[in-house]
C-alpha cells in the first residue's frame, strides 16, 4: 500500500480550556483552534450521472453552506464518493464522467486550495471493476483529492498533538457489483497501520477510519504477527460509512464499542439522507454529533455541547473524564448564520447563568486561508449538584428563523450508560465478515452430516417408520374427530393445537427419512451439499475492464457468501416423494388428493423454478456467460432440480404407493 504521511504546524496560539474539535462523518472536517483538534466526516456521496438530484447536490451544499459555516480544520470523506452503476443498477463501471463531476465540485469550492485540508479515501463503489489500482480504470488516483490508498495525518497544536490514520480496505482487484461488500487488509495494510500507530503512540488522541465497518472486514497480519485487534482498540475512534442507514430506518444510530474496546461510528450516507458527522475534542472530552442536510430550507442553528459529555460514548483510557466534575462551566458549540439565544436545561430546570461568548475565528466568506472558527458558548453551573446518577442536558440555540438543539444523559460518576443504538447498533457490532462465513460452513457441514444419519441404513428404519405411521394416522383420525364436535372444550382445543404440532413436526421428519432414502435423490443433493462447500459455484467475469485473463476471470466459492436454494427444494420433495397413506386416515381428504397434487401449490413449484432459472441468467448480466453456463453450484443444481421436479410431480410409484398402503392401520385391520 502506498501512503502519505503530512504534518501540520500549530495553527494559532491557543489557551488549553478553550481547545475543541469537532469532526464529521462521510465526509469528516477537523477544527482544532481554542478547542482541542476538530473534524468533519462526509461518507457515500455517491456522485451518479443517472441520479444527478441526490449525492452530488448533498455535497455541493455541503461545500457552499455547511462546510464555511463550520470552518473546521480537516475534512475526510471516508469512500463512494461516485456510484460506479448503470440506470438499472444490476451491473457496475467506472464512469469517467462521474469522477470529474466529483472532481469539479471540489475545484470550484476552493477545498483543493487550502493545504492539507480535505482528504478522500476510496470505497467498494469506487473500485467495481477495477483490476489493480494503477490501472486506468482506477479513477481514484486521477481525480480524487488524495490520490492515495491511504495515509496518516498529524495536526500538531500548542496544546496536543493528534493524529489520523485512513486504510483503503478495498480488495486489490475489484470485482463488480454485486459481490463487493466487504472489504479486506492485507500484510501491506496492516504493516503501514501498524508503523503509523507506533508514530501515534504519544498522542493526546488518534482516530482511525475506513469506507468498511471493522464488521464488515477481514484482516491479515503484519509482518511480525499483529492482528488489527491487537492495534486498533489504542485508537480513540473508528470512523466509517458503507451501511447507509440500512433498511426501512433500521440504521438510524450505528454505533458500538467493538469488542469493549473501541468505539466505532458509523455515518449514515450523504446520497440521500446527506449526513454529515461534527466531532469535538474539548479538555481532549471527544464528542460528536450527526448532522443532517436539508436542501430546502436555510441552516438551523448546529448545537454541540462538549462538556459534560455522553455518557454513552465515555472513553474511560483515553479521556481525562474526571475534568467534568472539576469543571465550571457548560461548554456548547452553536454554529449559526446570526448570532443566536441559547438556553440551557438539566433535568428540566433552566441553567440560569448568563451565557458567555468565548469562540474563536468566523465562518469562511469562501474555503481558502482564514483561520478555522470555534463558536463557544459557556454557562457557570455547579457540577458537585448533578455528581450521582444519570441526568439530561438539553441545549437551546433560537436564531431569527430557526432553532437547534442537542439533548443527552451525562454522568459525572465516570459510568458508563447504554449504548441504546438499537437495530443499527447491534449491526454493526457483529462482525459480519466471518459470521457469514462460520454460519455457512456450520450448516454445510450439519446438513451434511443430518442428511446422511437419515439414510442407509438399517434394520431398525422400517420398523421405526411402520410404528411412526400408525402413530400419525391414529393422530390424523383424532383430529378429525375433533373437527367434527360442535362445542369443544377449552381443554380440548389446547390438546389438539398440541397434537397438531407433534403431527406436523413428526410428518415431515418422516418425509425428510423418505427422501434420503431415496437414491435418486439423496446422491445428488448430497453431492451438491459436499460440492458447493468446497468446490467452485461457477466462473465469472469478475472484472470486465482487465486486459489480464487471471485477473478477468475467476471462480467464486462459498466462503463468505452464501446460497440455500437445496432446503425449498428438499422441502417439496418431501411431499411428492412420500404416500399421503403413511400419515392420513381414508376419511382425510388429503389421503385421495396429497397437498402436493393441488394446481396452486404446483403453481408456486413453477413460479419458484422460474424465478432460480431466471436469477441464473441474470448471473450472466453481471459476471459475463461463463457464470451462466459454467455454473455448478447454481445453473446445474437448478436445471437437475427443475428436472427432478417435473419427473416426480406425480408422486410415488405405484409399488411404493402399495407398499405403503399395507403400512395404514385402518386397511390391515380390514
Known amino acids: 500500500m502506498k501512503a502519505v504521511s503530512v504534518s501540520s504546524a500549530p495553527v494559532m496560539d491557543v489557551r488549553y480550556e478553550v481547545k475543541s474539535k469537532c469532526v464529521y462523518s462521510r465526509l469528516q472536517a477537523a477544527v482544532f483552534n481554542r478547542l482541542r483538534p476538530g473534524s468533519k466526516q462526509i461518507s457515500d456521496i455517491h456522485v451518479s450521472k443517472f441520479a444527478t438530484k441526490t449525492g452530488l447536490v448533498f455535497l455541493k451544499r455541503f461545500l457552499d453552506v455547511e462546510l464555511p459555516l463550520i470552518a473546521p480544520d480537516l475534512v475526510f470523506a471516508t469512500g463512494d464518493l461516485t456510484d460506479a452503476k448503470y440506470p438499472h443498477t444490476l451491473t457496475s463501471k467506472q464512469h469517467k ?37 494503477n490501472h486506468p480504470e482506477n479513477r481514484f488516483k486521477d481525480y480524487s483529492a488524495t490520490k492515495k490508498q491511504g495515509y496518516q495525518v498529524t495536526l500538531k497544536k500548542d496544546f496536543g ?360 435423490i439423496f446422491y445428488p443433493i448430497y453431492g451438491y451439499m459436499m460440492y458447493i462447500s468446497v468446490f467452485p459455484w461457477f466462473l465469472a467475469d469478475f472484472v470486465p475492464s482487465s486486459e489480464d485473463p487471471d485477473r478477468r476471470y475467476g471462480f467464486l466459492y462459498v466462503y463468505g457468501i452464501r446460497m440455500l436454494e437445496v432446503f425449498p427444494l428438499l422441502f417439496f420433495l418431501c411431499f411428492i416423494t412420500t404416500s399421503p397413506h403413511l400419515f392420513y386416515s381414508p376419511k382425510n381428504d388429503r389421503y385421495a388428493h396429497p397437498i402436493h397434487n393441488r394446481w396452486y401449490v404446483w403453481t408456486v413449484v413453477v413460479l419458484v423454478c422460474i424465478y432460480h432459472l431466471m436469477d441464473c441468467l441474470t448471473l450472466g448480466l453481471f459476471y459475463g456467460p461463463y457464470a451462466t453456463w459454467i455454473s455448478p453450484g447454481k445453473t446445474w443444481f437448478a436445471l437437475w432440480a427443475t428436472f427432478v421436479l417435473y419427473t416426480k410431480r406425480n408422486g410415488p410409484t405405484d409399488a411404493f404407493f402399495d407398499k405403503d398402503r399395507t403400512l395404514d392401520p385402518v386397511k390391515k385391520k380390514s
Open 97 to 133: 464522467e462521474e469522477w470529474i463531476e466529483y472532481h469539479l465540485a471540489l475545484q470550484q469550492s476552493h477545498v483543493l486550495e487550502r493545504p492539507d485540508f480535505y482528504w478522500d479515501l476510496r470505497g467498494n463503489h469506487d473500485c467495481f471493476n477495477v483490476p489493480m489500482y
Open 161 to 520: 498533538t493528534y493524529g489520523f490514520i485512513a486504510l483503503d480496505a478495498c480488495p486489490e482487484t475489484g470485482a463488480s457489483k454485486p459481490l463487493n461488500f466487504f472489504g479486506y487488509l492485507d500484510r501491506v495494510d496492516m504493516n503501514f497501520f501498524r508503523d503509523k500507530m507506533e508514530d501515534m503512540i504519544f498522542h493526546n488522541h488518534s482516530f482511525g477510519m475506513t469506507h468498511y465497518p471493522t464488521g464488515y472486514m477481514l484482516f491479515g497480519k503484519s509482518s511480525d504477527g499483529l492482528g488489527f485487534w491487537d492495534m486498533a482498540p489504542h485508537l480513540s475512534l473508528w470512523l466509517s460509512g458503507h451501511l447507509h442507514k440500512l433498511a426501512g430506518g433500521l440504521g438510524e444510530e450505528m454505533y458500538a464499542f467493538q469488542r469493549k474496546r473501541l468505539l466505532e461510528l458509523e455515518l449514515g450516507d450523504m446520497k440521500k439522507h446527506g449526513m454529515i458527522r461534527i466531532v469535538a475534542v474539548d479538555n481532549d472530552l471527544v464528542s460528536f454529533k450527526d448532522v443532517p442536510i436539508a436542501l430546502d430550507k436555510a441552516i438551523s442553528p448546529i448545537v454541540l455541547i462538549t462538556n459534560p459529555k455522553d455518557a454513552r460514548f465515555l472513553l474511560k483510557s483515553k479521556e481525562p473524564l474526571y475534568l467534568m466534575k472539576q469543571s465550571h462551566e457548560i461548554r456548547v458549540l452553536v454554529w449559526s448564520t446570526e448570532k443566536p439565544q441559547i438556553q440551557c436545561f438539566i433535568d428540566n430546570q433552566e441553567i440560569k447563568s448568563p451565557v458567555v461568548y468565548k469562540g474563536i475565528g468566523k465562518s469562511w466568506t469562501s474555503i481558502g486561508l482564514e483561520p478555522t472558527h470555534v463558536p463557544l458558548y459557556t454557562l457557570e453551573w455547579n457540577p458537585s449538584l448533578y455528581s450521582d446518577g444519570p441526568h439530561t442536558i438539553l441545549c437551546l440555540a433560537q436564531d431569527r428563523h430557526l432553532s437547534g438543539n442537542h439533548t443527552f444523559t451525562f454522568r459525572l460518576d465516570e459510568r458508563l450508560e447504554d449504548m441504546n443504538a438499537g437495530t443499527g447498533g447491534f449491526i454493526i457490532s457483529l462482525q459480519m465478515g466471518y459470521l457469514v462465513f462460520y454460519i455457512i460452513l456450520v450448516q454445510r457441514v450439519l446438513s451434511s452430516l443430518s442428511f446422511v444419519m437419515l439414510t442407509r441404513a438399517s434394520e431398525k428404519y422400517q420398523p421405526w417408520k411402520e410404528a411412526t405411521s400408525k402413530e400419525l394416522v391414529q393422530r390424523d383420525v383424532a383430529a378429525l374427530h375433533y373437527l367434527q364436535q360442535s362445542h369443544p372444550t377449552l381443554r380440548q382445543r389446547w390438546e389438539h393445537l398440541h397434537s397438531d404440532f407433534i403431527f406436523t413436526m413428526k410428518a415431515y421428519f418422516l418425509r425428510l427419512c423418505e427422501v434420503a432414502n431415496d437414491a435418486s
